[in-house]
């Protein structure tokens, strides 16, 4: 691992969308980075990644269509993980077997034994890993991670976030974009997608650092939305407008926890509807809404007067998360960057980065990431039993115990 000033040399594994997008706005933007090697298996994706290497950096780095090849022939100080899914575990854990550090983009695990294989990967080799949630760097979500820390919530009782976003013609053009949520939306059913909305609330509940789920229980009904949408379409391919998608329209997630506080997670992704990740927080001396953007104060005379006619009050939210801004926001701010989606991405890779080169924990570790993405794989099973409670594995072994909670740089 390279600690010096010296530019980390990385690779880049998946050039879609997301991968070409975090290239050209977060990675290729720092004179710390040079990108030695290029990975993906669709050449004309491949053939982007590095043609925009060469066009902002004057160079072209080496291109591989297999990770596997490439992580063997090349000497890397960091890879970035940015490929379908599927892939997201595989590609992590040859790198760590490698001992290259790796970030990783956001998904669900496939199943609980890749979880373990992360974890168990980890304490043996003590390779660098980070999920890149780029969701617990949002402004908001730091603000009120900083209230919670100074006691405005009182004691948290229960959570709700999700991943509300109508992505059906990102899904029913999949086959032919080469997108992976065209293949598990038309054979899977899980809660797919559920580190945007937990990783906030695991940091906020302290999840590992002194609590952990302890059950899970899904719930989802039909696959009607997206079913309806493909069957509406002229431009989509006979796969999709033939096919019986099998992702339920919304699967909810209710999480028990040690402590008895609950979290309740939402999938909604193929229904019409604007985007929003649902958060709510909700302790005994306050709550917090994004749908309305508003806080609500017990202790609050102005407040508790307006509780029968709250929508005056709406919006509100700005000047809390200004009093209480994170002092990861007020120097991002200072700095004058932003870095795609408002500034989390660029904040995401910072804690990556930092932690790299400072030899220090990942603020979103190994344990985490075996966590978060584990609900996925738990989902899964909850709904193939008709929503029946599943036992959520403790990745820590007991270690949750002793593991102090921190904002972003958890004292070990």
């Known amino acids: 691992m390279n600690k010096t000033k010296q530019p980390l040399e990385v690779a880049v594994i998946g050039c879609g969308g997301r991968g070409l997008s975090l290239m050209e706005h977060v990675l290729l933007p720092r004179e710390e980075i040079f990108v030695r090697a290029v990975c993906d298996n669709h050449p004309p994706r491949l053939e982007a990644g590095l043609e925009l290497v060469e066009d902002r950096r004057g160079y072209r780095p080496e291109g591989y269509a297999s990770y596997q090849e490439m992580l063997l022939a090349e000497k890397l100080d960091?890879?970035?993980?940015f490929s379908a899914w599927e892939n997201h575990l595989p590609a992590t854990l040859l790198a760590m077997e490698l001992k290259v550090p790796v970030a990783c983009e956001v998904g669900g695990a496939y199943s609980i034994h890749e979880c373990w294989q992360l974890v168990d990967s980890y304490e043996r080799t003590r390779t660098p890993v980070m999920l890149l949630e780029n969701c617990c760097y949002g402004r908001t979500e730091l603000a009120l991670l900083r209230m919670v820390r100074e006691g405005l919530f009182g004691k948290l009782v229960h959570a709700e976030g999700g991943y509300l976003h109508d992505l059906r013609s990102e899904i029913g053009h999949g086959d032919q974009d080469h997108h992976y949520r065209h293949r598990n939306y038309r054979l899977r059913n899980a809660e797919n997608y559920p580190t945007h909305e937990l990783g906030p609330i695991a940091m906020l509940f302290d999840i590992n650092r002194g609590n952990r789920i302890v059950s899970l229980a899904s719930h989802g009904g039909g696959a009607w939305g997206m079913n309806d949408w493909a069957g509406r379409q002229t431009d989509v391919s006979e796969l999709t407008r033939t096919a019986?998608?099998?992702q339920s329209d919304i699967v909810k997630t209710m999480?028990?926890?040690a402590g008895g506080e609950t979290i309740t997670l939402t999938l909604d992704t193929t229904l019409p509807r604007p985007y929003s990740r649902g958060l709510r927080i909700a302790g005994t001396r306050a709550m917090y809404n994004e749908e309305n953007h508003s806080f609500f104060f017990d202790d609050n005379a102005r407040h508790q007067d307006a509780h029968l006619s709250w929508r005056e009050h709406w919006g509100n939210a700005d000047h809390y998360v200004e009093e209480y801004e994170h002092p990861i926001w007020v120097r991002f701010q200072a700095a004058g960057i932003r870095g795609g989606h408002d500034g989390m991405d660029w904040l995401v890779f910072d804690g990556f980065l930092n932690a790299l080169r400072a030899g220090e924990p990942m603020p979103v570790d190994a344990y985490d990431m075996a966590t978060w993405m584990a609900v996925t794989a738990l989902s899964d099973e909850?709904?193939?039993?008709?929503?029946h409670p599943?036992?959520?594995?403790?990745f820590t072994k007991g270690q949750w115990l002793l593991r102090k909670p921190g904002d972003f740089a958890p004292v070990e």
């Open 255 to 257: 999480l028990k926890l």
């Open 78 to 81: 960091a890879v970035f993980v």
């Open 244 to 246: 019986r998608f099998a």
């Open 390 to 394: 599943v036992a959520f594995p403790d």
């Open 382 to 387: 909850s709904l193939a039993l008709g929503g």
